[in-house]
């Protein structure tokens, strides 16, 4: 990152006001001015437009940080647990809003969080599609959801007899996807905001 890139400065009460091209300068301006209101721009013309204004109507028209909307109620969320990496792994479907779950398979012999991830959104879309819901699917999970929208699971996990069964169900959920079109919507489940998704395994 190049962090001599040119900034501006706006001063609108200081020792003297105006739009200067250093820091150096800058401080100059603030120093020992008790409330003194500037700000850095990275181009010329937002600081002449932030100059243009007073200080107060500057901050007023700054956009307000608004909350993350709410989670869409009308969904089923999905979610997989595994002790160990490979260990047991089970993956579950639930109501977003009730928390009732819908599927619960597992648990497997040596599989992977992602594995089951991946497993438990395909299950969800084949569901909604039998259904024919126009209900949406949240995962908590980046890398399953990208393996869904390429219609690969793309695991490390070496095929052994232990693990047979789950590598049948990747076979089958990937026919799947190459023999499905879909129109459910596969969102990612904003844990920052909404916290733990209603169907995880509660086991952090």
Known sequence: MNSNKQKYYV???GNNSGIFNTWDECKLQTKNYKGAKYKSFTTLKEAEAAYSISYYEYKNSEP????VDPPNYNSISVDAASSG????????GVDTQSKKI???QGPYKEATNNIGEFLALVHGLALLKKLKSNQI???DSITAISWVKKKKCQTKLIPNKNNKEVFQLIDRAIQWL???SYKTQILKWETKNWGEIPADFGRK
Do not use: A, H
């Open 11 to 13: 001063v609108w009460e």
């Open 85 to 92: 990496n490979p260990g047991k792994m089970e993956y579950q």
């Open 102 to 104: 819908i599927f619960k």
């Open 64 to 67: 307000k940080k608004i909350d």
């Open 178 to 180: 190459n023999n499905n």
């Open 137 to 139: 699917v949240y995962s």
